[in-house]
């Protein structure tokens, strides 16, 4: 009888053990971290018994934008990423093409692949874990930079930054802001990972001129009305200038967005640490020539093959500058930069880590 009763504990032991060697427990406690514009590390828990035998992980990973995130598959259905198990934290990157600044969700699975015939045992879904790429870093404004730097080309002298907006603009300036123009958050126009994107404050000028006449153009897609800057007034050598952008919209067209920022400024100090820095006067986009004898005037000049957007990160005076009408007659809307997206699929102003 005692025997009988060892003989029947020890079979509910091989039981209870092969229900346990049938089964993965479920990952939990997700955790997402050293997270990059198109890389992330992740890690989570599991009994020291799972952990030992899983021979693979199934990751899946969606933007967050859009449908449920709880729309996971099925467990005999094919995830989007098998990889071989590693330590955790594991690194995820090139698996996808993931995009700087967009929300994804991810969920795990742990598997054991059994010897025959190749099938997966795999444990159930993980909770949904949400996060959000970083912007881009020093290394890919780099990459970017040496991008703008091979479209740039010859470089055209010019005497005035300029800005053009609509009637109502000047007059909310005159009236409220006692003819001050304050700077306002970028907004997300251009590449989709630029660090100054609604997060730096500025005032965009233009510099551009016509080949021929060496004036700026009679049209803009922002208004009628020009407040014009002597140049000197926004770069001169205290002064600090950064790229910040390279993109187009679809069209011929190419774009450099630069900040000048007055050394020492908040604005300085925030595009130091985010924004490879150009020396005022020698780079392929914008620069300063300071006077070579007594009585002479610095030269100022700008690239003539990509359209300058210059960002001042400091307040203006009306009274610094003045104010004209433009002679021209039709106002090239297809041109405004406001909320533009990047054309993803120009070879010229893209990086392979996202736009």
């Known amino acids: 009888m005692v025997q009988h009763l060892r003989s029947s504990q020890r079979q509910h032991h091989c039981t209870e053990l092969m229900a346990v060697m049938d089964s993965l427990s479920t990952p939990h406690n997700i955790q997402i971290t050293e997270v990059t514009c198109d890389s992330f590390r992740i890690a989570w828990e599991m009994p020291p018994q799972d952990a030992g035998r899983v021979t693979h992980y199934f990751i899946d990973l969606s933007r967050k934008e859009g449908g449920d995130p709880n729309r996971f598959k099925h467990r005999d259905v094919p995830t989007k990423l098998v990889a071989k198990a590693v330590p955790l934290p594991m690194a995820v990157r090139g698996h996808w093409f993931l995009s700087p600044r967009t929300e994804y969700c991810v969920a795990v699975q742990t598997a054991v692949r059994q010897p025959e015939g190749g099938d997966y045992l795999v444990s159930d879904w993980s909770q949904v874990v949400e996060f959000c790429t970083g912007d881009y870093a020093m290394v890919h404004l780099q990459q970017l930079l040496e991008k703008a730097k091979g479209a740039s080309g010859r470089m055209l002298r010019f005497s005035v930054f300029y800005r053009n907006q609509h009637p109502d603009y000047f007059h ?3 009236t409220v802001c006692g003819g001050v123009m304050y700077p306002a958050l970028k907004d997300n126009s251009g590449s989709h990972g630029s660090p100054i994107n609604g997060t730096l404050q500025g005032i965009f000028f233009s510099c551009n001129t016509e080949f021929d006449t060496g004036l700026p153009p009679n049209d803009s897609p922002y208004g009628p009305l020009r407040f014009q800057i002597p140049a000197g007034y926004l770069l001169n050598p205290s002064t600090c200038l950064y790229f910040a952008d390279f993109y187009c919209m679809y069209t011929a067209y190419h774009y450099v967005i630069l900040v000048l920022a007055p050394a020492g400024s908040e604005g300085d100090n925030f595009c130091r640490s985010r924004l490879p820095q150009l020396d005022l006067t020698d780079n392929p986009f914008l620069t300063y020539s300071p006077p070579q004898r007594e009585g002479e ?12 957007e210059v960002l001042f990160t400091e307040p203006v005076h009306l009274g610094q500058g003045t104010l004209v ?24 102003c893209n990086i392979s880590v996202g736009r």
């Open 172 to 174: 909310y300036v005159r």
């Open 297 to 308: 005037e610095p030269v100022f000049c700008h690239t003539r093959d990509v359209i300058l």
């Open 325 to 348: 009408e433009i002679s021209g007659h039709h106002q090239l809307m297809s041109q405004s930069t406001a909320n533009a997206k990047k054309d993803p699929s120009c070879k010229v």
